[in-house]
Structures are given as C-alpha cells and as structure tokens.
C-alpha cells in the first residue's frame, strides 16, 4: 500500500547529524543483463505498440491534437505544481498559460515559471540536451517569474526529504547528495546517461526513470527539483520519440496516483546511497504512468472519421517492437479486445514474409523480430 502523505518537501537540515554515507556510482549496465520482469517488458512493449497508433492518428488528424496539445499544456501546468502544493483557480491557470493575464501573487508566478520551462521543452526539445548547461537553464527559467536568486544554481545548503504521517511526525525519509558533492554527482549522472544513451543494448524507455530517480535522490536544487524531475522526464521521453506528454497531460497522471508514485520512489531510493537499491518499483511506476497516457490518447482516437488503425497494424506493433521473444498468450493479454485467431493469423503471415521468426515449438513458441 502507498505511504499516505499529507505533504512532501525539502528543507535545510545539517547534514552532520546524519550518517556519512559514500557518494552513489551511476552505472546503467545492469539493465542490458536480462533481468528486468516480463511484466516490466510487456508494459514497455505495450507502450510502443501504443506509440505507434498515436502517431497514425496524428498524421490523420493533426487538427485534433493541436486542440488537444493546448489542453494538455493547461493541465501540466495545473497538475505538476499542485504536486507541490502551488495551486489557484482553473481560470487563473488558463489566464497564465495562456499569458491573458501576467501573475498576481508568488504562486501563480510559480506557475507562470512551469509554463515557460514546459514551453522551452515543447518546442525546442531537439535543441536541448541531457547535460549540466541546459539543466541548469531550465532551472533558471522554472523559477525566473519569482525573482529568487538561485534559479539556474545548484544548491548551496544540505537538504533532506521530510515526511509527515497521519499522525503528524515529522519523519526524515531521505537524505539527498550533500551540496558540497552534488556538483560532482551531477556530472556523473550526465556522463551515465550519455554512455547508457549510446549503448545499443540498453532500452531508453527503461533507462528514463533510472536517470530520473537518481536525478531525484541527488535533489540538486534547493527548490523545485520535482518539478524539474518531471520537465526533465518529458525532454528525455521526446528525444526518444515519445511525444505523448504534449496531448495528455503526464503531470496529471502522476498527480491523480501521486500516492503511488511516492510509494515507488521510496521503495527505490532505499539503500541508494550504498548503491543497493532496486530501481524496478520506480521503472514500473513511469512505465504505468506513460502507458495510462497513451491509453487515455488510444481511448480518444479509437475511431476519428474512420480513422481507426487496423487490428493487424495494431498485432504486428505490438510483436515488431517487443523487447523479448514474446508468445500469442502474452500478445492477447497486451490486445485483450482482438480475438486469439485474428493474432494467430497475423502472427503467421508475419513468420512467411519473414518479418518475424518462431522461437521454441509446441505450447512454447514464442515470436521475435527478424534482425
């Protein structure tokens, strides 16, 4: 069950009352050795069988996700700093993203701050890279409408995350990289990421969150390093083809199950510091957080003008972009609304034309891509 939390936050803590811990090595290998969950490959596979319909659709109907696209951009902006505690009026939200009005108080400069950073993501994500200089601009532009002074800086004091229970005790659930290391620990979370990005044999779309998490338990900045997690996971799904977070709001997926959320990361930020922790219950938790987005995205456009994408477009997606060898019991699980026979009949004209090849025999074949 998640943890309930009546908030979550950072705060300045004198770190010399807290264990000495080594710094985290980040190191991504371990996803190319097999042994992430079949549940965790069927999400992804999932996600990219969904990916593919999304984006038939929006060469069909770029009008619609146009409309669409400005919706979303109101609700991330509503939904991610309301994770925070930074809330208005739904027509204060709309008035500042919309810039029909400029802010009135720090919240809603606050706001105002998300939406020029999620603008700069939008619309040059090409541009931006996964490194310390465009973080760093990111965060100077999160927090330039409220005139603090260490937007765009790396923290200056320790911090530590502080729970509270039903009760109201005030717990230290963790303790980020100290501030006289986080420097350091940020370029090597960069310098990871760009060797994990380049190894062919690690799938991006589990390799986001694992960044994330540890871009997180770094806790670089003095404020709005959630924000930043979830601006940064955006830039990363982009520049891996994964636009869904522009037509359905990612922010509100996460704040509608923010419960959920906090669980996984507690879960895998223990013993992060001694560089045993599980990254799983966190890649899970993304992996569902992106799926609900292209469901919602699926759910919309399932029939435009009869537009709808193929049942056979669909099935040969879903095994083309598998991450493993992947069965037609697992396939009808992923496409519970197509019959076992039409998957059947896809899956064999797929083995004749070569595009795929059977692996095993009897009640154990299993299909794969034909490199």
């Not at 105002?112 to 939008?122: K, S, V």
Request: charged share 25%; with cysteine.
């Amino acid at each position: 069950m998640p943890i309930s939390l009546d908030f979550l936050h950072c705060f300045g803590y004198n770190m010399c009352r807290l264990r000495r811990r080594a710094m985290h090595k980040f190191d991504y290998s371990f996803l190319k050795n097999g042994l992430i969950s079949a549940k965790t490959l069927n999400m992804a596979t999932s996600i990219y069988s969904l990916k593919t319909m999304a984006k038939v659709r929006k060469a069909d109907h770029l009008k619609i996700f146009t409309e669409l696209e400005k919706i979303a951009k109101i609700q991330s902006v509503k939904n991610s700093n309301a994770i925070e505690g930074i809330v208005t009026s739904d027509e204060r939200i709309k008035a500042i993203v919309t810039q029909s009005s400029a802010p009135l108080n720090h919240d809603e400069a606050e706001i105002a701050g998300y939406r020029d950073a999620l603008n700069e993501i939008h619309t040059n994500n090409q541009y931006i890279g996964f490194n310390e200089s465009d973080i760093l601009h990111l965060h100077e532009i999160l927090l330039s409408a409220t005139g603090y002074e260490y937007g765009g800086k790396y923290k200056d004091f320790d911090n530590a995350i502080i729970e509270i229970d039903s009760q109201g005790n005030r717990n230290i659930r963790f303790a980020p990289t100290p501030a006289s290391e986080t420097k350091h620990a940020m370029e090597q979370l960069v310098l990871a990421y760009m060797s994990a990005a380049n190894d062919s044999e690690i799938n991006q779309l589990l390799l986001i969150p694992c960044v994330i998490l540890d871009f997180l338990c770094i806790h670089p900045f003095r404020d709005g390093n959630g924000r930043m997690s979830r601006l940064l996971s955006l830039l990363l799904l982009y520049k891996n083809g994964f636009d869904a977070g522009k037509y359905v709001s990612f922010e509100e997926q996460i704040n509608k199950y923010k419960g959920f959320y906090y669980e996984a990361l507690r879960q895998s930020s223990i013993n992060w510091h001694e560089n045993n922790n599980d990254y799983s219950p966190f890649i899970e938790n993304f992996l569902s957080t992106l799926y609900m987005c292209y469901k919602e995205l699926d759910k919309r456009f399932a029939v435009v003008n009869g537009g709808k994408v193929s049942k056979s477009a669909r099935i040969e997606a879903t095994v083309l972009n598998s991450l493993a060898p992947i069965s037609k019991k697992e396939i009808c699980e992923i496409l519970p609304d197509i019959s076992p026979t039409t998957i059947e009949a896809v899956l064999g004209k797929m083995v004749r034309s070569g595009q795929i090849v059977k692996i095993g025999s009897a009640r154990n074949i299993k299909y794969l891509r034909n490199k």
